[in-house]
C-alpha cells in the first residue's frame, strides 16, 4: 500500500502562491488529555481544504489555533503570510470565521446584525449599508433583511453567520462544519456558496464530519484521527489508498464473455450478467494493462465501468473508526 500522505505541493513551481496557511509541527493537550500530536497542514491559496473527522477529533481546536482564538503548545503556524506566534493580529486581519456556535443575535434583524459586524469592521456609515446590503442580497436575505435574526431557519441563520464574516472582505475563511444539522436544500445552497468564495480567490478551511461534503467540495482532505493526520489527499488520491476498487467488464456475446474471463485470469465472473469484476486501482495504467490483454485476445467489451472506494471506505480502513455519521444518502438531521 503506497504512503498514506501525498504531497501538499506542486514542486519546482516559482509561480505558486505562498500557502493560505502553513501549519508545522502543531501540538495540544487540554491538561493530560492529548488532542493534537504533531500535524503538519499547507494549504495552497484559493482552494478549499477539508478537515474530516469523526466528533472530539480536535477539528475545532484546530479552527481555534489556526485563527488564534487558542494557543497551541507547540508548532510553527503561518496564517495569511503572518506569523502567528510574532504578529497574530496581522494573521486575525486576514481571516474570518464561522463558528459551531452561531454569532448571529436573534433579538435584533439580520440587517442589524451585519450592520453591527460593520461597525466592528469600522466601515463608515455609507459603506456598512452598502456592503451589509450586498452581503443580504447575495446571501438571498434581502426579503428577510427586516425581520428578528430568530425567525430565521436554520439555512437563514447559517447564510447570515457566513455573510457576517464576510463584512471585513477575509481572504482566508475557516467554516467549522458549516452544514451540520442543515437539510439537503441548505447544505447544498451552503456549498454553492462555498463554492462561489473560491471562485472569488478566497481560500476556505472547513471542518466536517461529512464525507459526502469533502468530496464535493475540497481540492484536499486530511482525515484527522487519535491528533494526528492518518492521510492528506484529494479525494480521489485518499480513495486509490484503500482496496475495493475495480473494473467492470460487460458482454452481451457469452463467447466474448468466457474469452475474456481466460484472457484477464484473475477477477470475478457473473455468468448471468456476463461481466467480469476485476481489481484495480483505477489508474490509467492498470486500466491499460486490461484493454490490451483485452485488444490482445482479440476481444471487445460492450461495456466497462471503473469502480473506486468512496471516502467512507478511506475513513473506515484507515481510521478504524465506526462512528462517522454517514450522510451520503442524504439523510437530514
Ligand atoms: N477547552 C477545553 N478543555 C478541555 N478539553 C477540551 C476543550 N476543548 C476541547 N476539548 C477536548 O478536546 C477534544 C477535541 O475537541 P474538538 O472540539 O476540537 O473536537 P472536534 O473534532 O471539533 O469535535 P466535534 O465534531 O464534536 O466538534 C475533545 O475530547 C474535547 O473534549
Known sequence: ???????????????????????????????????????????????????????????????????????????????????????????????????????????????????????????????????????????????????????????????????????????????????????PRSRHSMWRIIRELVSGGVTVFLTTQYLEEADELADRIALLSNGRIAAEGSADELKRLVPGGHVRLRFSDPSAYRSAALALHEGTGDDEALSLRIPSDGSQRELRAVLDRLAAAGIEADELTVHTPDLDDVFFALTGDTDVPSQTREEVR
Open 1 to 183: 500500500m503506497p504512503s498514506p500522505v501525498m504531497p501538499t505541493s506542486r514542486n519546482g513551481n516559482d509561480q505558486e502562491p505562498p500557502a493560505a496557511v502553513r501549519a508545522v509541527g502543531l501540538r495540544k493537550s487540554y491538561g493530560d488529555k492529548l488532542v493534537l500530536d504533531g500535524i503538519d497542514l499547507s494549504i495552497p491559496t484559493g482552494t478549499v481544504f477539508a478537515l474530516l473527522g469523526p466528533n472530539g477529533a480536535g477539528k475545532t481546536t484546530v479552527v481555534k489555533i489556526l485563527s488564534t482564538l487558542v494557543s497551541a503548545d507547540a508548532g510553527d503556524i503561518h496564517v495569511g503570510g503572518h506569523d502567528l506566534a510574532a504578529d497574530p493580529q496581522a494573521a486575525r486581519a486576514a481571516i474570518g470565521v464561522t463558528g459551531q456556535f452561531s454569532a448571529v443575535d436573534g433579538l435584533i434583524t439580520g440587517e442589524e446584525n451585519m450592520l453591527l459586524m460593520a461597525d466592528l469592521h469600522h466601515l463608515s456609515r455609507s459603506e456598512g449599508r452598502r456592503t451589509a446590503a450586498e452581503l443580504l442580497e447575495r446571501f438571498d436575505l434581502t426579503e428577510a433583511a427586516r425581520k428578528p435574526a430568530s425567525t430565521y431557519s436554520g439555512g437563514m441563520k447559517r447564510r447570515l453567520d457566513i455573510a457576517m464574516t464576510l463584512v471585513g472582505n477575509p481572504r482566508i475563511i475557516f467554516l467549522d462544519e458549516p452544514t451540520t444539522g442543515l437539510d
